[in-house]
């Protein structure tokens, strides 16, 4: 039976209230406006955004199609503006994209933007970009094609542009309640002991003191990204709004930026508080009743223990999706070590996970590499994490003897032997200046072990083709000290116009990833709610992976050495998908950088 929004709202609210009056003090005026906002959002969603929320509440499980495939991209590099990015869809189709993510583009301040995440107006858009009807009408042309749009939504602070601190700034009390000002330093340097700093080089601390008003205000990212505080409610309140106004011009998903930071309390850590989970658990019961089509995506860049909370549970959901960040970095250890066994203990503990956890896995993203690995488990066999991360800096910036690799480092910290890496996934695989062949094998291996993974595989544009690393970055006042710049080149259109020639790196790159693409599309072995556990393979270089869904079995093996390897074959008489034939040897060979995806139905296996 299908509910209106004023079902939805009766389903929910009970336990909407309850949260709410717990976390604000029964502020039961505050609640009342909530629910009212709601209402009002609703009005303002259009029909063709209705009638496809109740096509989604009949379907729940679309995100976890085989054959989602999404990409992320910066919309001026790839575009120019938005009126570009929808005049390229037919390219993105070409690509085989069903789920978009631009990234931030909301209005921002030049010299004060951390890449559009320090938001000065969230119902604006970047001028040089186009406007908020722009928006809206790529999203009402993606929504044709068949593409779900994803947008960035800043939760954690606004920029010192926005009209909230600039009143705040003035000395206005309310706004002044929407942040977190002090007349001294003397509880800033209280929170300070129990803080970690996210940018210890560029940016230490986490307060900032402003000479014209001579007040302190928290600034956990960059000085002029001020911390909004959420214990006042009526920040709660105009953030969600934001939010369903930005669900209102058509995003499908809405990437919820640093969520686990957005509770503050003294004496801790501020990450991950049990409030943020409160908080988080409201906006999707605030999306469920506005726009119950839309889902939340959760930026958590955390170990896997501290992820998995943010998707609640069946029966009380948050986000919808999350960053399989872990699985990243740890697959790129695995590049730089040839030795599998941590990233098959990192399978382990996310096979073990319940299906519906449902992860948004990249190989690279916008941003840089961090290498929060399980250095636990790695010091049995000698590893301390200090030196093990210069190793994987040494490695993938060259410097390391025998290194093919190019890579930059990000954030430097000399003081703690501490630094992120930042480049391309081609350049990073080698192919700027190494043998290609294998830095070609390499770079597909790597897709096809994404595409193998449950949940929704996201390319980087730009990564279909192989770009490589853009240096310019280093010649522009605006970005020189910022490397992650490095992967945020401009789209090389020139480069796009070989991907049909099979004899450019374009085009191998580019036809062998649609082939692989096609092939998941088409066996719902790989949805994202299959049964999935690793196996061991005989030999620590490789890694073996089972999915099994319906009369479907796939074994994946994958070689992470620079030497072919014989391993026992897994799975005899299976069908090897990419090249169409049956494999009945008792051992299998996979060449350096190579992999294998075979297929049993149920009378086979």
Request: with cysteine.
């Amino acid at each position: 039976m299908k509910k209106n929004m004023e079902a939805r709202l009766q389903e929910c609210y009970d336990e909407l209230k309850w949260l709410y009056c717990e976390l604000y003090h029964n502020d039961l005026n505050a609640f009342e406006y909530f629910v009212e906002m709601l209402r009002r959002s609703y009005e303002e969603r259009k029909p063709a955004l209705r009638k496809q929320d109740e096509a989604r509440l009949e379907t729940p499980g679309w995100l976890r199609s085989n054959k989602m495939l999404g990409m992320m991209l910066y919309v001026d590099a790839f575009a120019g503006n938005l009126k570009g990015v929808e005049e390229k869809l037919p390219y993105l189709q070409e690509c085989g994209v069903n789920y978009l993510h631009l990234m931030p583009l909301l209005k921002t301040v030049k010299g004060k933007s951390d890449g559009g995440y320090a938001v000065a107006d969230f119902r604006s858009v970047q001028p040089e970009l186009g406007t908020m009807e722009d928006l809206e009408h790529l999203a009402d042309a993606c929504r044709e094609a068949g593409i779900s749009l994803c947008l960035d939504f800043v939760m954690n602070h606004t920029s010192d542009e926005h009209e909230w601190a600039k009143a705040a700034r003035a000395g206005n009390p309310i706004a002044r309640s929407r942040y977190f000002f002090y007349d001294n330093w003397d509880i800033p340097n209280q929170y300070e002991q129990t803080v970690p700093q996210v940018f210890p080089t560029t940016a230490p601390g986490n307060f900032t003191w402003l000479d014209d008003c001579r007040q302190v205000v928290m600034t956990f990212f960059y000085p002029y990204q001020w911390d909004l505080n959420y214990a006042n409610p009526m920040v709660f309140n105009d953030m969600t709004e934001n939010l369903l106004f930005l669900a209102n011009r058509g995003m499908d998903v809405l990437r919820l930026d640093a969520i686990p930071y957005i509770w503050k309390q003294l004496g801790t850590d501020c990450r991950n508080r049990p409030q943020v989970h409160t908080l988080s658990r409201m906006l999707k019961l605030a999306c469920y009743i506005v726009c119950p089509g839309v889902a939340l995506l959760g930026e958590v860049v955390m170990e896997p223990e501290k992820v998995a909370p943010y998707f609640g549970t069946p029966e009380k959901p948050e986000c919808d999706i999350l960053y399989n960040v872990t699985t990243m970095c740890t697959t790129w250890h695995t590049v730089a070590t040839r030795d599998a066994r941590l990233l098959r203990r990192q399978m382990e503990q996310v096979c073990s996970l319940p299906k519906d956890c449902l992860f948004q896995n990249y190989l690279r993203c916008h941003d840089d590499i961090g290498w929060g690995l399980d250095y636990p488990w790695l010091s049995q066999f000698g590893i301390g994490e200090t030196s093990h991360k210069k190793y994987l800096n040494d490695w993938f910036t060259g410097r390391w003897p025998g290194s093919w690799s190019r890579g930059e480092l990000y954030n430097d910290d000399p003081r703690l032997g501490d630094a992120r890496l930042c480049g391309t996934t081609a350049s990073l695989c080698g192919l700027e200046d190494w043998d290609q062949l294998q830095a070609l094998s390499c770079d597909l291996m790597l897709h096809a072990w994404v595409l193998t993974q449950s949940g929704i595989p996201v390319l980087y544009s730009g990564d279909e083709i192989g770009q490589l690393n853009d240096y310019s970055y280093h010649d522009d006042p605006d970005k020189w000290d910022d490397s992650r710049y490095l992967h945020r080149g401009a789209f090389r259109w020139d480069l796009a116009e070989l991907r049909d020639d099979p004899e450019t790196i374009q085009g191998q790159i580019f036809q062998s990833l649609r082939q692989m693409e096609e092939i998941r599309a088409a066996h719902p072995v790989f949805r994202a709610d299959a049964n999935v556990w690793p196996l061991d393979a005989g030999d620590n270089n490789v890694l073996a992976l089972r999915r099994q869904y319906g009369p479907e079995t796939l074994t994946a093996l994958f070689n992470f050495s620079e030497y072919p390897k014989l391993v026992t074959n897994p799975a005899p008489g299976a069908a090897d998908l990419l090249i169409g034939e049956t494999i009945s040897d008792r051992t299998l060979e996979l060449p350096r950088y190579g992999f294998r995806w075979l297929l049993q139905e149920e009378q086979d296996v």
